[in-house]
């Protein structure tokens, strides 16, 4: 739960909301004091640490979509759940293996695979941690909505943008 998010492709950061910030820690969520959002994946360790330096989590989304959000003068903040550490290097470059749209193709990653065979079981090891990475979050967000539902600092059409 970072204090704030670098929108690298606006080059601007975005503050969290202060409020929604104390909420996600007393559901669960970890203070951390910020995300950069990077405009790619970032496949290797050694380029994640490089990037660890900038902020304590590197992701793809929050920051375009805090912007947006703030523009439009709405209270935000930004979870995650991290499925691969700073200290390991991607199964493979989910940059080839992304449609124009920016979603994974099965196709592609399969045929990565098969070309690269011994990336199967770190492509499996990963599988398992982004399952487990969205479980954990899902089962957070609930905690959090939950409580937001019921706080008083949050009028309830505030909790719905």
Request: aromatic letters at 6%.
């Amino acid at each position: 739960m970072p204090a704030n998010v670098l929108a690298s492709k606006w080059d601007r950061v975005v503050p969290c909301d202060p409020m929604l910030i104390e909420s996600a820690v007393s559901a669960g969520a970890k203070r951390v004091a910020s995300f950069y959002t990077a405009d790619r994946v970032i496949v290797r360790a050694d380029e994640k640490q490089r990037l660890g330096t900038l902020a304590d989590a590197v992701e793809m989304e929050s920051g375009e979509i805090l912007f947006e959000a703030a523009a439009f003068g709405a209270r935000v903040v930004a979870v995650r759940a991290i499925s691969d550490t700073s200290g390991e290097d991607l199964p493979l470059d989910f940059n080839k293996v992304s449609t124009e749209e920016g979603e994974v193709s099965i196709r592609k990653i399969v045929q990565e695979a098969v070309g690269s065979p011994g990336s199967i079981p770190s492509l499996i090891r990963f599988g398992q941690q982004s399952r487990q990475a969205a479980e954990t979050l899902a089962q957070f967000l609930e905690r959090f909505v939950r409580r937001l539902a019921v706080s008083p600092e949050v009028p309830s059409h505030e909790v719905m943008r």
